[in-house]
Nanobody
Framework: QVLLVESGGGLVQAGGSLRLSCAAS????????MAWFRQAPGKEREFVSTLNWRGITHYADSGKGRFTISRDNAKNTAYLQMNSLNPEDTAVYYC???????????????????WGQGTQVTVSS
């Protein structure tokens, strides 16, 4: 079975940085699109970033210029580097995976079939 485990969340002051990790198992990692979503209290889960199996990246406007997604296929791990954090970034961050398909970039929750348990990111003001 596919298992995704996020780590790296925590409490950080506004302006600080965090690097989230997503360790994957039970899949051929290099063939999968990887993505990050987040969900704040009382809000819907929203797209943050994706790096598909062809190496194409895409970012939501909320993270452009501040967030960087990457992956290490040898380690079966995806990352999200978050800089210049602000309180609006406070949320549970989820890693997601889905078998890659051509050169398509996918940004919808329903596009991904596998999800991690989430890691809490709290940014204080």
């Amino acid at each position: 079975q596919v298992l995704l485990v996020e780590s790296g969340g925590g409490l950080v002051q506004a302006g600080g940085s965090l690097r989230l990790s997503c360790a994957a198992s039970g899949l051929t990692f290099s063939l999968y699109d990887m993505a990050w979503f987040r969900q704040a209290p009382g809000k819907e889960r929203e797209f943050v970033s994706t790096l598909n199996w062809r190496g194409i990246t895409h970012y939501a406007d909320s993270g452009k210029g501040r967030f960087t997604i990457s992956r290490d296929n040898a380690k079966n791990t995806a990352y999200l580097q978050m800089n210049s954090l602000n309180p609006e970034d406070t949320a549970v961050y989820y890693c997601a995976a889905e078998r890659g398909r051509d050169w398509v970039v996918r940004i919808g929750v329903s596009d991904y079939g596998y999800w991690g348990q989430g890691t809490q990111v709290t940014v204080s003001s």
